[in-house]
């Protein structure tokens, strides 16, 4: 008779692998986007197995459905926002499917952090931070994105607000929203026209890392 005790063993033994699976396949994304020689096409598929990654480690441990869920929006978005490098002449419908994709995440992260009774009152000046820059940032940069501006401002605002939200669920949580938050806005500086060495690789590992420290904080805290 197999005992309560070996299925959990075996559930961290495939939790282990799958964490590991995510390291590993991030580092050799992260690894292959910097070089110039390999084909696009690879990059993209790489990227794309991210989430799914971090989804399996995610379902090993318990996680719940709404969580999946949202990796899966969030596969999607990674897919859509660096497809349109394939087809540049729908550049602005693959960038703001991508959002839409991302922006559905943020809420279902919202939701998930906000119905938990675990969840703390954010901290005043956590709210004033996040306030400040969303105001700033899209009173700065939000006239030159054109046709995007009033999109960017409903997905920054839903950034912002999921990004101080973490911040009430732990210390942890609450860094991998902030660098969430960092991530985005490295993003929007390329709808700009503002890039510098190692922007995008800046991205990726920011992302990378972020989703790692929240969605690891929402498992352990069964969110």
């Given at each position: 008779?197999i005992?309560?005790?070996d299925?959990?063993?075996?559930s961290s ?7 590991y699976l ?5 580092a050799?994304f ?12 690879l ?25 999946l869920?949202?990796?899966?929006f969030a ?8 497809y ?24 279902l ?11 703390r009152?954010?901290?005043k ?12 940032g ?17 997905y ?9 939200t973490?911040?009430?669920?732990s ?35 920011t ?9 690891d ?5 069964k969110?």
């Open positions: 008779m005992k309560h005790s299925l959990h063993k075996n033994v495939d939790g282990t692998f799958y964490k995510y390291y590993s396949v991030s050799l992260v690894l292959l986007e910097a070089q110039n020689w390999v084909d696009f096409k990059i993209l598929l790489l990227k794309t197995l991210l989430m799914p990654c971090l989804a399996l480690y995610a379902h090993s441990e318990g996680a719940s459905r709404v969580l869920a949202a990796l899966g596969c999607l978005g990674d897919f859509t926002l660096d349109l490098r394939l087809d540049q002449q729908s550049e602005d419908m693959w960038f703001m499917s991508g959002m839409l994709s991302f922006l559905v995440m943020q809420f992260y919202i939701l998930l952090m906000r119905s938990n009774p675990i969840h009152v954010i901290p000046q956590v709210t004033i931070f996040y306030a400040l820059f969303f105001f700033f899209n009173a700065t940069l939000g006239p030159h994105l054109g046709p995007l501006q009033i999109p960017v401002i409903f920054s605002a839903a950034l912002s607000y999921m990004a101080a973490s911040s009430g669920i210390i942890k949580a609450g860094l991998g929203g902030l660098i969430f938050w960092v991530s985005d806005f490295l993003i929007i500086f390329k709808q700009l026209g503002i890039e510098f060495d190692g922007r995008a690789s800046l991205v990726y590992v992302y990378i890392v972020a989703q790692w420290l929240i969605v904080e929402m498992i352990k805290k969110l």
